[in-house]
């Protein structure tokens, strides 16, 4: 069971716009930032947004992240096949003194 | 180019013990804080370890501590794990991972992962 909560799968069609929600509490999204992870299959995870709403470089802008209270969310528009992927969100937790994931989002592009 | 490539993993017994490394290259290893997740077949991710940069602050999850220990040599651009006292509970890819911080407000993230090694405990 995950301390943050996420829905197990998501779907959409290329060049449409897809959420994937982040569910928490006060000690973690509430307090923290949040970060979200991308890991394809078989394939080690890679940080993908941190600090809510930063990309790294070499990530494109069709990926955009938010908060809100103990909530948080993924945006990809213009969804192409190779977003196909399980997508992690991820916090520190105060309260447990813990770093925090979700369960995972795998994304399907139909 | 920053790399970190995990070793040691295998097939161990119930109760066994067993000590995973992981190799650093292309950064300056001293300097970073490091972590160990895990990831058992088909779940989420699941922090287990910390370690500061110097090694003498460490942080462990629940579910493993007084089982696992975490430990680095900075000399030797290493980041070990040593795992006692093995459950089938504990079978997963385990990845160690570097720790950055945001120049807007210094909170933490994984920047760099391993490729992983695969630990399974069965009789």
């Known amino acids: 069971q995950s301390v943050l909560t996420q829905p197990p799968s998501a779907s959409g069609t290329p060049g449409q716009r897809v959420t994937i929600s982040c569910s928490g509490s006060?000690?973690?999204?509430?307090?923290?930032?949040v970060n979200w992870y991308l890991q394809v299959p078989g394939t080690a995870p890679k940080i993908l947004i941190y600090?809510?709403?930063q990309r790294p470089s070499g990530v494109p802008d069709r990926f955009s992240a938010s908060k809100s209270g103990t909530s948080a969310s993924l945006a990809i528009s213009g969804l192409q096949s190779e977003d196909e992927a399980v997508y992690h969100c991820g916090a520190w937790d105060e309260s447990l003194n813990d770093w925090v994931f979700g369960g995972g989002t795998m994304l399907t592009v139909l | 180019e920053v790399q970190l490539v995990e070793s040691g993993g295998g097939l161990v017994q119930p109760g066994g013990s067993l000590r995973l490394s992981c190799a650093a290259s292309?950064?300056?290893?001293?300097?970073?804080?490091m972590h160990w997740v895990r990831q058992a077949p088909g779940k989420g991710l699941e922090w287990l370890s910390y370690i500061s940069s110097s090694g003498k602050s460490v942080n462990d999850a629940d579910s493993v501590k007084g089982r696992f220990t975490i430990s680095r040599d900075n000399a030797k651009n290493s980041l070990f794990l040593q795992m006692n006292s093995l459950r089938a509970e504990d079978t997963a890819v385990y990845y160690c991972?570097?720790?950055?911080?945001?120049?807007?407000?210094?909170?933490?993230?994984?920047?760099?992962w391993g490729q992983g090694t695969l630990v399974t405990v069965s009789s």
């Open positions: 991972t570097r720790e950055s911080r945001s120049a807007i407000d210094g909170s933490g993230y994984f920047d760099y």
């Open positions: 006060t000690s973690n999204i509430g307090r923290n930032t």
């Open positions: 600090n809510i709403n």
């Open positions: 292309g950064f300056t290893f001293s300097t970073y804080e």
